[in-house]
């Protein structure tokens, strides 16, 4: 996509006599524009091609030189001690990357790659026992990040949610409104009614270890199908699935199917058939497992099928949606976009499946995440210690209001805008980080214009559009930008041109912060660019045509990787 790196990382691999995976892997920036536009530092390889760094860097530097210098994409090829430095023919390279952007529009960064495949992304799946707190917001929005990557590069993604209507937490709420609820109340507000029984119920748990007793005897008759029991979490359900879509509405996030673990409760026979017929079920303590085998000396703790009680349990839940899943869609690729604390029950089962034979269970991952935690913030929106996320939005899109008001009192359509940018600070600070880290948020910080945030990449977004308008003329497809060849062009260039890579990247590793630390850096030679250079002023209105086409690109790739990881994008804020 990028063929002026594809010729250096080929060239250079046949060279050296290395594979084509480790040169792209070694291929950097230099730190000095003077040096060149990428380098190839040599130290790595002393131990595999024994010799010195230096020494590889000046033999792969002669034989590279003539044969590069004589093609139309590499200027020149300097060594510097352990470095093979590349210089481009910046005009070409400009003039290629910016043609190939315009060219593909919204596309540009998509090659397609998923064309005939199928994934299937289990995302966000809330437990509708609890409310919907800030704890979902990572699965929702990482998810969804994923989902919008693999849409974009031709996936067929099926989106489900699984939420969670089943297990012990429904006891909690089944004897918390019948102990204490007050049915009038509850029917007239629901969520915010139940959302106290709940908290108090945990709470009052605490304390008083009989009410356990009180929430597992309820449990038991709803599995026993009692109907006092089953309507109350009919409504129970009910009334969580429809928060949930309020919420998901809010954040412009959906689904392609919503199914309840409730519903594959009745599958356990076949689950127990699968391991049966293999002489993999095992009695123990009543239960019925799975046992597993796990690497070296380390135990894994076994996959249960089946509770001495004879129900299903979390495990045979989640086998009997997977077989359900590939069944329906014969999916290349499943990922499950749950917490870190779950990696366990993943393990086992996928392990227990391949014990089972099944070998498609090797496309299936779970895609861990880190926790989240607070700081710096006033806790206004805590219960217990919920965090709702609703409230969370809320006190975003109110500051990013005042913000507004401060800054650009004149903004047509600021309501909206507040909402796009407050909504996208918050889901931004969930994904510039790599998933598996714990992260730790606040308010504040993520409301910041400038640093590594949601609303500073919004707002350089909406200037690089407000220096079109200011333009005034539609961008001239024509004008020779091989005159864009400076450093801070070529930069921005070579960030523009790394795109496409970095999103099928952000798919390979199911990794969307790749895609936010590229815009924060695009964003930020971007920004550079234009405090250096006054792009409107000047009378040579053929280098003004070139910089605007430059300007339109910046604006383009923003725009698509920030729609990618499910913000909106204000042109004017
Ligand atoms: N409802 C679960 C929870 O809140 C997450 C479900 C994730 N998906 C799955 N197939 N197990 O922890």
Redesign the pocket.
């Known amino acids: 996509m990028n063929p002026f790196l594809d010729t250096i990382v080929s060239s250079t691999a046949q060279a050296a006599e290395l594979d084509e995976g480790v040169v792209r892997e070694l291929i950097a920036i230099p730190p000095d524009d003077k040096l060149g536009d990428y380098a190839l530092p040599c130290f790595t390889l002393a131990k595999q091609l024994h010799k010195s760094p230096v020494e590889i860097a000046a033999e792969i530097g002669e034989r590279l030189q003539p044969v590069m210098e004589a093609g139309d994409q590499v200027a020149e090829v300097v060594v510097t001690g352990p470095y093979v430095n590349f210089r481009l023919h910046r005009p070409s390279f400009v003039q290629h990357t910016l043609d190939v952007i315009a060219e593909r529009g919204d596309r540009y960064g998509s090659r397609g790659q998923g064309e005939g495949k199928t994934v299937v992304i289990?995302f966000s799946?809330?437990?509708l026992a609890k409310p919907f707190s800030i704890a979902h917001l990572r699965s929702t929005a990482i998810g969804h990040a994923i989902y919008r990557i693999h849409d974009f590069l031709d996936w067929k993604c099926v989106g489900i949610n699984?939420?969670?209507d089943y297990g012990a937490n429904f006891g909690q709420l089944l004897a918390a409104y019948q102990l204490w609820g007050d049915p009038e109340k509850v029917k007239a507000n629901p969520v915010p009614e139940l959302l106290k029984l709940y908290v108090r119920f945990t709470e009052e748990e605490r304390e008083n270890p009989e009410l356990r007793e009180e929430a597992r005897s309820r449990l038991r008759r709803l599995a026993n199908a009692d109907a006092e029991m089953v309507e109350l979490w009919q409504f129970f359900v009910s009334e969580g699935r429809k928060e949930a879509e309020r919420i998901y509405g809010i954040l412009g996030v959906s689904f392609d199917e919503y199914r309840g673990?409730s519903e594959f409760a009745d599958d356990l026979d076949k689950v127990v058939d699968l391991f049966e017929s293999k002489g993999l079920a095992e009695e123990s303590e009543g239960a019925l497992i799975v046992r597993l085998e796990g690497d070296d000396d380390e135990e894994v703790a076994p996959c249960m099928l089946r509770t001495s009680n004879r129900t299903s349990t979390?495990h045979s839940r989640?086998i009997a949606?997977l077989l359900y899943r590939h069944k329906s869609y014969n999916f290349g690729k499943m990922i499950?976009v749950?917490?870190a604390r779950?990696e366990l029950?993943f393990r086992q089962v996928f392990q227990a499946m391949e014990k089972a034979g099944v070998d498609w269970v090797d496309n299936c991952v779970h895609a861990p995440f880190g926790l989240m935690s607070f700081k710096g913030q006033a806790m206004s929106t805590r219960r217990g210690t919920i965090v709702i996320l609703e409230e969370v939005l809320d006190q975003a899109i109110e500051l990013t209001r005042e913000i507004i008001a401060e800054k650009n009192p004149e903004l047509v359509n600021s309501d909206q805008v507040a909402k796009q940018v407050g909504i996208g600070a918050v889901v931004f600070a969930d994904i510039n980080n790599r998933r598996t880290r714990d992260i730790s948020f606040s308010l504040e910080e993520v409301l910041t214009f400038e640093g590594e945030t949601g609303p500073y990449l919004q707002y350089t977004h909406a200037r690089f559009c407000s220096i079109l308008r200011r333009h005034g003329k539609p961008v001239d497809l024509g004008v020779d930008v091989g005159r864009l060849d400076s450093d801070k062009e070529m930069r921005v260039a070579r960030q523009l041109a790394a795109f496409p890579d970095v999103v099928a990247a952000a798919a390979d590793e199911i990794e969307p912060s790749q895609i936010a630390s590229f815009l924060l850096e695009l964003a930020t030679l971007a920004n550079r660019f234009y405090n250096e250079v006054p792009v409107l002023a000047g009378d040579d209105e053929g280098l003004v045509a070139a910089r605007i086409r430059l300007v339109d690109a910046i604006r383009s790739v923003l725009r698509s990787g920030l729609d990618l990881l499910g913000l909106q994008v204000p042109e004017e804020m």
């Open positions: 289990d799946s809330p437990n699984h939420y969670g673990e979390y989640d949606a499950y749950v917490d779950q029950h």
